[in-house]
């Protein structure tokens, strides 16, 4: 399982971002193209592993949508995104994440108290989203069941579940070593 997930994670091009090695994969960044197989691969791993008695998939803008959707698919949970854009919505909620690459607010909408939830994005690396994120969520009175991370890189996964008090579920922890992605372990593993 995760075979094509890993061949792919393999063949990322590095791109540096000032000292963050980033790794440009479909999953992280929607280019190259996304192979369908892959999707399944990763649906069929949160499947198996996460809490699934869950009210909403709750993705975050924008490379989380996919994994959602995928999710959603095989699942028939309803999602809802977590947006870069304020709608001004009754109830909305502002995040501010703070990244290994950047900065911005998140606006989260139709999340309501006591609904349980499964939040699920591409990467944790530094933590910053996931912390601000979870804790947000954890004022709003939402009962959350699984928390996933496609891609573990770097500490991020510990200070997440240091931080918050909630278990982080990656599906592949990988480094950036001399240059190429390298995996170093699979939630099947």
Do not use: C, W
């Not at 699942?75 to 995040?95: A, S």
């Not at 909630?166 to 593993?189: A, P, Y």
């Amino acid at each position: 399982m995760l075979e094509e997930v890993k061949k792919s994670l393999e063949s990322s091009p590095i791109v540096k971002k000032g000292d963050y090695n980033y790794f440009v994969n479909p999953i992280s960044d929607g280019v190259p193209a996304m192979d369908p197989k892959m999707l399944r691969e990763l649906s069929l791993a949160v499947h198996k592993h996460a809490d699934l008695d869950v009210d909403k998939i709750v993705a975050v803008e924008a490379m989380g949508i996919h994994l959602a959707t995928a999710l959603s698919l095989a699942t028939d949970i309803p999602f809802v995104v977590i947006r870069k854009r304020q709608y001004g919505l009754e109830g909305e909620q502002e995040v501010y994440q703070k990244t290994g690459y950047g900065s911005s607010n998140l606006y989260i909408n139709d999340l309501h108290p006591g609904e349980k939830i499964l939040i699920i994005d591409d990467v944790v690396s530094t933590g910053g989203t996931f912390i601000a994120l979870l804790k947000t969520l954890q004022d709003m009175d939402l009962e959350i069941k699984s928390a996933v991370a496609v891609i573990e890189k770097g500490e991020g996964k510990k200070i997440v579940e240091k931080e918050t008090g909630i278990e982080l579920l990656s599906i592949i922890k990988l480094d950036v070593i001399d240059g190429k992605v390298v995996i170093e372990k699979t939630i099947e593993d």
